[in-house]
Antibody
């Protein structure tokens, strides 16, 4: 069964850090690019970041650039999102999603989504 | 960044009705467009990629068309399980951007 499962969400104070994990199974993780997409309460979808299959090419939304960092461990079929300097505007459900692309260096959008993990930034 | 707009923002239709949603991009995105369905409380699900290609396993009552800046998503015969919010998303250029969504309700 092809799936991704997020974990690591929780309540965190403004200015603090949190690391999310995305564990993959049922597909060849080492050849798959992975995205993060978030959804603030009652709002629409916002793309956050994408990492290439080999971790070399990473792209971030301007809203998180310089604060969020993706990394991956292909030996563990796991990808991470390190989130620093969190603010209330980062409160959202964070979805990990496999990219549809089969071509290295290209990204085509999300075809396998996890159920999401909730991040709440509040004092 | 490429801006995506959708209309309407919400609609209410009866079972069996034909439902049409439009999506417009702020610049030419060729056919680099996906459509997602998000049922309340659930993760989004990819329905259509490359503007008109149905994802495997998706019912044939869903369809998409368009290219360039103007796109259409259609449900040919609305079913109760189609209650959801539908989003378009461009993948022509990073950052990926989504439309604001169209909430489909059942009369």
């Amino acid at each position: 069964q092809v799936q991704v499962v997020e974990s690591g969400g929780g309540v965190v104070q403004p200015g603090r850090s949190l690391r999310l994990s995305c564990a993959a199974s049922g597909f060849t993780f080492s050849t798959s690019a992975i995205n993060w997409v978030r959804q603030a309460p009652g709002k629409g979808l916002e793309w956050v970041a994408v990492m290439s299959h080999d971790g070399i090419n990473n792209y971030y939304a301007d809203s998180v650039k310089g604060r969020f960092t993706m990394s991956r461990d292909n030996s563990k079929n796991t990808l991470y999102l390190q989130m620093n300097s969190l603010s209330a505007e980062d409160t959202a459900v964070y979805f990990c999603a496999k990219d549809r692309s089969l071509k290295r260096g290209y990204f085509y959008g999300m075809d396998v989504w996890g159920q999401g993990t909730t991040v709440t930034v509040s004092s | 960044d490429i801006q995506m707009t959708q209309s309407p923002s919400s609609l209410s239709s009866s079972i069996g009705d034909r439902v049409t949603i439009t999506c417009q991009a702020s610049q030419d995105i060729k056919k680099y467009l996906n459509w997602y369905q998000q049922i309340p409380g659930k993760a989004p699900k990819l329905l259509i990629h490359d503007a008109s290609t149905l994802e495997t396993g998706v019912p044939s009552r869903f369809s998409g068309s368009g290219s360039g800046t103007d796109f259409t998503f259609t449900i040919s015969s609305l079913q109760p399980e189609d209650l959801a919010t539908y989003y378009c998303q461009q993948f022509d250029k990073l950052p990926f951007t989504f439309g604001p969504g169209t909430k489909v309700e059942i009369k």
